[in-house]
C-alpha cells in the first residue's frame, strides 16, 4: 500500500469530493493562489478554478456566514479557517447560526457543511495559534465534532464530512501534517461516528483523540510486556461510539483519557460522564482525564513540553492508576 | 412612477394585513395567550412591503428579530405564522423557532434572526449559491440602524461588492437600536456613505413612503438579477412600538406624534383614496376581510397540537 502524509490525504479528500460533486467548493482566506497556509489546497484552484476554490479578506465573521447561507440554498461549502483560533472572530455564524438554524426552522433547512481547520500544540506558536477548541465545540449541539489522527481516518473522515447532510468540524491538527501513513487508492469512507482500536490490549483502556493517540500509543508500546494497554481513538468527538468505548472498559476495568486540550470541563470529562452513566460497574478505579494544564498555551519550546501530557507522563498515569507506583505527575491534571 | 393601479391595491392590502397582524399579536400578547420575545413590526409597513413585491418567490428574504413583516410580505400563510408565535406543531418552524425564527423556504423567507446583524452575511451566501449556480435569483438582507454598527456589516459590505454578489442590503432605520436613538449610537449618521465606501452603490430614501421604497428596490433589483453586484437601500422610518413585547420605552416629548403623522399605512391610504385607485367602501372591505382571516388564523393556531417532546428533544431529531 502507498504512504501518503495526512495533509495530502485531506487534500486529496477534497479534490476526490469536488470531481464528485460540482456543489461543493472551498472558500477561506489564501485557499486559491498561496494554496492555503499549510498548503492543504495546493493545486486546487488551477483544476477547480476560481468559481469553487474563493479566497477571502480576512472577515470570519462573513465568510463563515456567507458559506452557511450557500449551504442553506443548495451548496455543500468546506470552509477552511487558517487556524482554528480565528474562527472566534466568527463565532455568530459559528455558534449561533449553522448549529442552530436546522433546529429553528423545524428541519426545513439544511446546513451541509464542513468547516475544517488546524490547531496543534509543539509548533512554539503560543495561545492564539494552538489552542484545542473541541470541548467548546462539543458542548453546541447541532455540530458533528470530527478529530483524526492518522492519515486514513483523515481522508476516509473528510470524504463523510462532505458528504454529510449536517454542519461538521473537521479537527486538523498540525503537528501531524507530515505523518506519512498507509492510505489506500480507490474509493471508500470512513464512517462518522465509529471509533476505532489503534490498538488491542486487556489490562487498561486508553480513550487518546488526535496527536494524544500517537502518544499513547508510544506509551503502550513502552508498557509491553508489563501492562497490556488498549487504545481506543473516538475519532468522531460527536457523535461518540460510547459502545466501542464501553465494550473495552468492561474487558480492562480502567480508564484513562488523554488529550492535549485542557483537562477542565472538557471531551475526557464527558467520555468519563457517559462511562461512569452506562458502565459503572464494569469501573475498578476512577477514570482520570490526562490533559493540558489550565492555562493558555505558552510560546517557549521548554514551557510547550511541559503543557501537554508526553509520552512519559502517560506511562506514569498508567502505571499509578494500576498501582504499579505511586508517585504524582504533575502533568495528571484530571 | 407607473405603477398599476392593482399593484397599488395589493401593497396597500399587505400593508394593511401586517398591521392587523401585528394589532392581533400585540392584544394576544397582552392577554398571555402569545409568549416570549415579541418584536412588533408596526409602523415600518412600508419597507417590507417596498422591497417584497418587487421579489420573486424564488428570491431569498432573510429577516430580523422584528420579521413578522418580511414574512406577510413575502407572501407566508398567516396561519401558520400564527401557530409558530404559540409554538404549535402546525407553526412555520414546528414550534421550533417562535417569532423571532419564521422560516418558509419554499417562499423564499430563509429565517429570521436573533442576532442583529446575523442574517446578513447568510444573505451573502444565498446569493453566492445563486451565482454560482448560474440562476437569476437575488437575496435581500432586511437589518437595521442597530446591525449597521455591527463588526459583519462592514466585512459583508466589501466582501459582497468584491464578489459582485446579487444581494441587496435594506436598511430599516427604525431611529432605535433597542432602546438607544440613534443620535446616540452614531458618531456620524451616514449608513448609506458607509455602504458606498465600500463600492455597494446606496441610495437613502423615505422608508415610510412604500412607493420610494418600492422604486429603489426595483433599481436594485435590476442591477441585481442583471449581474451588476450589490446595492443598499437606507429607509428612514420609524418604530413606533416599543423594542420588544410591551415594555414601554422612552422617547423625547412629540416625537412619536410627529412620526405617527407621517404613518406609511394612513399615508398610502390617503394618497390611494385622493388618486381614486381606492374608495372608502373598498377599505371598509379589506378591513372586514383581513379580520376574518385573522380570526381563522388565531383559531387555527390555538386548536393546533403542540410539538412533542419525545420527537423535538433528542440530538438525532432532524439529522
Redesign the interface.
Known sequence: MRKIMYRTAITEAMREEMERDGRV?IIGEDVDLFGGVYKLTKGLVEKFGP?RV?G??I?E???????????????RPIVEIMYMDFALVGM??LV??IPK?????????KIPLVVRGQFGVGTAEAAQHSQHLESWFIHT?GYKVVMPSTAYDAKGLLKSAIRD??PVLYLENRVLYLRKEDVPEGEWLVPIGVADVKREGSDITVVATSNAVHKSLAAAEQLAGEISVEVVDPRTLD?LDLPTILRSVKKTGHLLVVQEGVAGACFGAEVIRQVVREGFGDLESAPRVLGARDVPVPFSPVLERAYVPQVEDIVAAIRRMLGRTRNESPADTG | MGLRAEKRKSMFGRMLLIRRFEEEVKKLYQEGRIVGAIHLYIGQEAVAVGVSSGLKKRD?V?STHRGHGHAIAKGCDIKRMMAELMGRDT???????GSM?L???ARGL??G???V??G???????????Q??GTDQI?VTFFSDGAANQ??FA??L??AA??HLPVIFVCENNQYAATTPVRRSFAKMAIAQRAESYGVPAETVDGNDVEAVHDAALKAIRRARRGEGPSLIDCETYRLEPHCGIIPDQRERGEREAWRAKDPLSRYKEKLLAERILTPSKIEKMEKDIARELAKAVKFAEISPWPDPEAALH?E???
Not at chain 1, 101 to 109: A, K, T
Not at chain 2, 120 to 130: D, E, H, K, R, T
Request: hydrophobic content about 40%.
Open positions: 467548493f468559481r474563493r477571502t479578506p472577515s465573521a462573513a465568510f463563515i456566514g456567507l458559506a452557511a447561507g450557500a449551504a442553506m440554498t443548495g451548496l455568530d455564524p449561533n447560526q438554524i436546522p433546529y429553528m426552522s423545524g428541519g426545513q433547512v449541539p447532510d449536517n457523535p | 431569498y432573510f407553526g412555520l418552524s414546528r414550534g421550533h423557532g425564527h422560516y418558509d423556504p430563509m429565517g434572526n436573533g442576532i446583524g446575523g446578513i452575511p447568510l444573505a451573502l451566501g444565498a446569493a453566492f449559491s445563486a454560482y449556480r437575496a463588526g459583519v466585512e459583508s466589501n466582501l468584491l464578489f440530538k431529531c432532524l439529522v
